[in-house]
């Protein structure tokens, strides 16, 4: 790869380059808003077309289906201390029925995928400039049925970054802040002999729910207590390599894509008179804000990708199909994933 984005001979769409987002100073720079259509309500899930969608499909060699999505309440107690375990509940109508539901059930506290409506920009607001106001919870302004109705189908792609790091000497720790670059990704992408494509979904994989799950609950309490975690780096490159590669989907094994804590002002998105949130993580310099509010990207945490990892290792292949299906919620915010691969 070039970093300058895959040539696409199906491309329907003259769609602009990163660095021209924002030009004309009708929209912020950076942002792809009005690029799909002035009301647009989907993002980056217009990469997907319907000839990359059927291009996808020829991707099932063997048939072989791997389910991406982690249990509810997998990942208790939850770090950032503001979603807790879900609450299952079954009733009986009568000897030979069963019914259930679930209480105080956190629609991102496991496998999941974040919607239009999760962050806003706190210079420009929301995707498309949408304000706070205009978001209200039963609207359906930018809600995740924008992505259930047809749900999200395409070509997925993994970059296993922990795996390249341990073949190549190096040591991705699951404790770090580390930030991958866009060398990172480009070079774990040659050395697993896959290049990206126009709508890829892309799956990153961090090495770090896997060593989250391997704790006890007092060890992942203390491991809570100083939260860290490796994920891409919090900078324009990478948010440039995610747009000009036309990324439909990031995904990755962490908890937010990026790395976490936030290097505050040495994120290239920072904002230094921002305050920070009362509760919960701190979110300013994260690089959802770019790829969210300004692009339209959707994001997917804690991915589980260990046995497709493996499965890819194998035989060498990094690319297979991909299935998403966000639940049909209307003003959602984010999702359970309901994601499989089939290779």
Same mark, same amino acid.
């Given at each position: 790869?070039n970093?300058?984005?895959?040539?696409?001979?199906?491309v329907?769409h003259?769609w602009?380059?990163?660095?021209? +987002?924002?030009?004309?100073? &009708?929209t912020?720079?950076g =942002?792809?808003?009005?690029?799909?259509?002035?009301?647009d /309500?989907?993002?980056?899930?217009?990469f997907?077309t319907?000839d990359?969608?059927?291009?996808?499909?020829?991707?099932v060699r063997h048939?072989?289906?791997?389910g991406?999505?982690?249990p509810i309440?997998h990942?208790?107690?939850?770090?950032s201390?503001?979603?807790?375990?879900?609450?299952?509940?079954?009733f009986?109508? =009568?000897d030979?029925?069963h019914?259930?539901?679930?209480?105080g059930?956190? +629609? /991102?506290?496991?496998?999941?995928?974040d919607?239009?409506?999760?962050?806003?920009?706190? /210079?420009?607001g929301?995707?498309g400039?949408?304000?706070?106001a205009?978001?209200?919870?039963?609207?359906p302004?930018?809600g995740?049925?924008n992505w259930?109705?047809?749900?999200?189908?395409?070509?997925?792609?993994?970059l296993?970054?922990?795996?390249?790091?341990?073949?190549?000497?190096?040591f991705?720790?699951?404790?770090?802040?580390?930030g991958?670059?866009t060398?990172?990704?480009?070079?774990?992408a040659?050395?697993?002999g896959v290049?990206l494509?126009?709508?890829?979904?892309?799956?990153?994989?961090?090495?770090?729910?896997g060593?989250?799950?391997?704790?006890?609950? &007092?060890?992942?309490e203390?491991?809570n207590?100083?939260?860290? =975690?490796?994920?891409?780096?919090?900078?324009?490159?990478?948010?440039?390599?995610?747009?000009?590669? /036309?990324v439909?989907v990031?995904? &990755?094994?962490?908890?937010?894509?990026?790395?976490f804590?936030?290097?505050?002002?040495r =994120?290239?998105?920072y904002?230094e008179s921002?305050?920070?949130a009362p509760r919960g993580p701190?979110?300013?310099g994260?690089?959802?804000?770019p790829l969210i509010a300004l692009?339209?990207?959707?994001?997917?945490e804690l991915?589980?990708l260990?046995?497709?990892a493996?499965?890819?290792?194998a035989d060498?292949?990094y690319?297979?199909?991909?299935?998403?299906?966000?639940?049909?919620?209307?003003g959602?915010?984010g999702?359970?994933?309901?994601a499989?691969?089939?290779?």
């Open positions: 790869m970093g300058r984005g895959p040539e696409d001979n199906a329907p003259a602009p380059r990163f660095d021209e +987002l924002g030009a004309d100073g &009708a912020p720079p =942002s792809s808003w009005g690029v799909f259509g002035d009301d /309500q989907r993002g980056t899930i217009n997907l319907a990359r969608v059927h291009a996808a499909t020829t991707l048939g072989a289906v791997y991406l999505d982690y309440n990942f208790t107690p939850y770090w201390g503001t979603r807790e375990a879900a609450r299952h509940h079954v009986s109508n =009568s030979n029925h019914d259930d539901y679930l209480d059930f956190y +629609l /991102q506290a496991t496998t999941q995928v919607g239009l409506r999760h962050i806003g920009d706190p /210079q420009h929301f995707y400039g949408r304000t706070r205009e978001l209200a919870p039963d609207g302004a930018i995740i049925q259930s109705e047809s749900g999200i189908v395409g070509r997925g792609v993994l296993d970054v922990e795996r390249h790091f341990r073949e190549t000497g190096r991705l720790d699951p404790r770090s802040t580390y991958i670059t060398d990172d990704l480009e070079d774990t040659g050395a697993h290049e494509r126009g709508g890829d979904i892309l799956l990153v994989r961090t090495g770090w729910a060593h989250y799950l391997e704790l006890d609950h &007092a060890g992942r203390r491991f207590a100083d939260f860290r =975690s490796p994920g891409l780096a919090h900078t324009v490159d990478v948010v440039r390599w995610l747009w000009d590669h /036309q439909a990031v995904a &990755a094994d962490n908890v937010g894509v990026e790395a804590p936030v290097p505050g002002p =994120s290239d998105y904002v921002e305050e920070r701190d979110h300013r994260m690089l959802h804000r692009l339209g990207m959707a994001l997917g991915w589980n260990d046995p497709l493996e499965a890819c290792a060498r292949t690319d297979f199909l991909v299935t998403c299906k966000p639940l049909h919620l209307i959602g915010v999702s359970p994933a309901n499989i691969a089939i290779r």
